[in-house]
């Protein structure tokens, strides 16, 4: 496939881009950076820096890989990643502070205000700010999603005859069904809220969620850790993931062995946001990352990794197109519409699955 090499080049002598200084506190051990830098300016920067740390976005998730291949070979930019969760992330930028080993990270996006309420980022909204929803970034962009999560149902053939395209075919079916660990996986916790839509409830009441999970626990039927070494071996029927996780958990087993759809009732969307460490040692290089995952070719890398573009107006390639599931699957997806309740609400998620779904579970 044809990688997208150009950004919007015109706009780079002329552009600036409207980028705020770091969250004002007393320290002065944070990076002074200079909000009025053209994009020019700052790629010119981040070259002198030549180098970005991130956390959490390995090569292997969401097609990272070639978004760092690029920056390297267009800005010589060299590129180190730890991989750790969306808390471990926020954990290691409180701790570092100024010994900070991080510039950049990649968290869901109920991570995004709490980092930005603890003073850890670095705001910065890029070229492309007017292409990305409301509730998809923060007003003084501390955080800006990049991409588009949506629970889906993920089916093994080979064990299912009638893969479940709706959450009734689910909780009348037989078979077993996996969503991980909901006391800890940001993942399997979207998947309740999914579950708890679909049947009326939504962020602020996940009552339904945690009543349909715990009657697929009483059947027996909730069981098993949805790997992809797991699903390889069968022994998962049908698992609840994130639709970039499902289709590319079926392309590295067998695309004819799998069936992803997006349950027809309803589904949540999320997403996952980049911070930028508000005590990076290589900020520019920061800011250009971010610039570039948003860019047309960064979007484009993204969506080779089976994950959903947040800016609507990037035209993929066909055989782009092709990697993703059908728009009309999306009908009923919808984001949060409260972050704060749902945040609130995640907090209560690990007492009531432990209490109201494991104690059931065989």
């Not at 919007?8 to 002598?13: E, Q, T, V």
């Not at 976005?57 to 690029?70: G, K």
């Not at 392309?251 to 009732?265: A, C, L, T, W």
Request: hydrophobic residues 35%; negative net charge.
């Amino acid at each position: 496939m044809a990688i997208q090499k150009l950004w919007k080049k015109g706009l780079i002598g002329a552009l600036t881009i409207s980028m705020l200084a770091a969250c004002s506190d007393s320290s002065s051990s944070a990076n002074e950076v200079n909000k009025d830098l053209s994009l020019e300016e700052i790629t010119e920067k981040a070259k002198e820096e030549g180098t970005v740390n991130s956390v959490g976005m390995p090569d292997t998730w969401a097609n990272w890989v070639e978004t760092w291949e690029e920056l390297g070979t267009e800005y010589t930019i060299k590129h180190k990643d730890t991989d750790m969760s969306s808390a471990e992330e926020l954990a290691k930028f409180e701790a570092e502070k100024d010994d900070a080993t991080a510039d950049i990270g990649d968290v869901g996006i109920a991570f995004g205000p709490i980092a930005k309420g603890k003073g850890l980022t670095l705001p910065y909204k890029t070229s492309y700010w007017d292409d990305i929803p409301d509730w998809a970034k923060d007003d003084e962009g501390h955080w800006i999603v990049g991409y588009t999560g949506t629970i889906s149902f993920l089916t093994d053939k080979n064990n299912v005859k009638n893969a479940p395209t709706s959450w009734e075919d689910l909780k009348n079916g037989d078979y077993t069904v996996s969503i991980g660990d909901a006391l800890t996986a940001n993942q399997a916790q979207f998947a309740i809220l999914a579950a708890a839509m679909a049947f009326g409830g939504d962020e602020s009441n996940i009552k339904p969620g945690i009543d349909f999970f715990a009657e697929l626990a009483k059947q027996g039927r909730l069981q098993g850790d949805p790997s992809v070494a797991n699903l390889e071996k069968g022994e998962i029927d049908v698992a609840i993931l994130w639709d970039f996780n499902a289709l590319g958990y079926r392309h590295q087993i067998d695309e004819n062995r799998f069936d992803v759809v997006i349950p027809s009732e309803g589904s949540v969307t999320s997403g996952y946001a980049t911070i930028i460490n508000k005590y990076a040692k290589n900020p520019h290089a920061a800011m250009l990352a971010r610039e570039y995952i948003l860019s047309d070719a960064g979007q484009e890398n993204l969506a080779k990794g089976y994950a959903r573009p947040i800016r609507d107006k990037v035209e993929l390639p066909q055989e782009v197109k092709d990697l993703l599931l059908p728009a009309d699957m999306y009908t009923n997806a919808q984001p949060v519409k409260d972050q704060k309740k749902w945040e609130e609400t995640t907090k209560q998620i690990p007492q009531y699955y432990q209490e109201q779904v494991l104690i059931h579970a065989k």
